[in-house]
């Protein structure tokens, strides 16, 4: 169960280090962790959580902005 549990934790880590690096690839695999989620007849909330994540678009903000000035909104 130890073992289990360690291997889902580093998942899930892996999984979040290569979306932030990677987020082409990222994309691919959250859409497939939402299909497998389906294919199993998880519930929807945990589609939805795995669909939100594979959303490689960036909020705009002043974060996103190279000159930032307050002048970004």
Request: some cysteine.
């Amino acid at each position: 169960m130890q073992s289990t549990l360690v291997i889902l934790i580093i998942s899930l880590a892996s999984l979040y280090w290569i979306n932030h690096f990677f987020p082409i690839i990222g994309k691919f695999i959250w859409l497939g962790t939402a299909y497998a989620l389906k294919c199993i007849h998880a519930p929807a909330i945990s589609q939805q959580w795995a669909l939100r994540h594979c959303n490689t678009q960036k909020a705009p903000g002043c974060s996103s902005c190279s000159k930032c000035n307050s002048k970004c909104h």
